[in-house]
T-cell receptor, first 112, second 115 residues
Framework: TQLLEQSPQFLSIQEGENLTVYCNSS?????LQWYRQEPGEGPVLLVTVVTGGEVKKLKRLTFQFGDARKDSSLHITAAQPGDTGLYLCAGVRDTGRRALTFGSGTRLQVQP | GAVVSQHPSWVICKSGTSVKIECRSLDFQATTMFWYRQFPKQSLMLMATSNEGSKATYEQGVEKDKFLINHASLTLSTLTVTSAHPEDSSFYICSARGRENQPQHFGDGTRLSIL
């Protein structure tokens, strides 16, 4: 059972459409990060959210951390083919090792 | 920004061979390094956490005698897959972190294929 569940698992949309990816858990996280991964490469950090209710914007991407710090969402406005990739949320639970727990992933394909 | 280099990027070898993967932090001192495994179309699963000069902490279900981790310096950690078999074929990714409250920086991964 995945600690962090992402939905949808796969999304294929047309260029210009908007989309939202969800990352949900029953556990509380001290912080949550979103990554994008291209095939054959390591994940690249997009954003880190720390405070419950926090909203961060990165150009066409909007990230929100739930008030209870158990869930997060990523909204992309006017998607472009360059947004294609695997989107991963990852949470930090413990304050000891501060290891990342990755979500199940959302594979996004944006058709031109 | 912080750079983490992983080598090799791709390795193909026969069953029974031991394979070593290196993870280097190029421009910062990595107190902690993490090793992940990613199967096709799946997410990253943490295998182990290593702190410089200490024994690695393995996640449940990961065989420490199978996946040997050494973190002998602040810039280098190695993962050795001993007596590799086809089921060990996967994408192995390392990450490195400086201080505890700093983010992890990921390498580009190593694709391991065991024939």
């Amino acid at each position: 059972t995945q600690l962090l569940e992402q939905s949808p698992q796969f999304l294929s949309i047309q260029e210009g459409e908007n989309l939202t990816v969800y990352c949900n858990s029953s556990s509380v996280f001290s912080s949550l990060q979103w990554y994008r991964q291209e095939p054959g490469e390591g994940p690249v950090l997009l954003v880190t959210v720390v405070t419950g209710g926090e909203v961060k914007k990165l150009k066409r991407l909007t990230f929100q951390f739930g008030d209870a710090r158990k869930d997060s969402s990523l909204h992309i406005t006017a998607a472009q083919p360059g947004d294609t990739g695997l989107y991963l949320c990852a949470g930090v639970r413990d304050t000891g090792r501060r290891a990342l727990t990755f979500g199940s992933g959302t594979r996004l394909q944006v058709q031109p | 920004g912080a750079v983490v280099s992983q080598h090799p990027s791709w390795v193909i070898c026969k069953s029974g061979t031991s394979v070593k993967i290196e993870c280097r932090s190029l421009d910062f001192q990595a107190t902690t390094m993490f090793w992940y495994r990613q199967f096709p179309k799946q997410s990253l699963m943490l295998m182990a956490t290593s702190n410089e000069g200490s024994k690695a902490t393995y996640e449940q279900g990961v065989e420490k005698d199978k996946f040997l981790i050494n973190h002998a310096s602040l810039t280098l950690s190695t993962l050795t897959v001993t007596s590799a078999h086809p089921e060990d074929s996967s994408f192995y990714i390392c990450s490195a972190r400086g201080r505890e409250n700093q983010p992890q920086h990921f390498g580009d991964g190593t694709r391991l294929s065991i024939l």
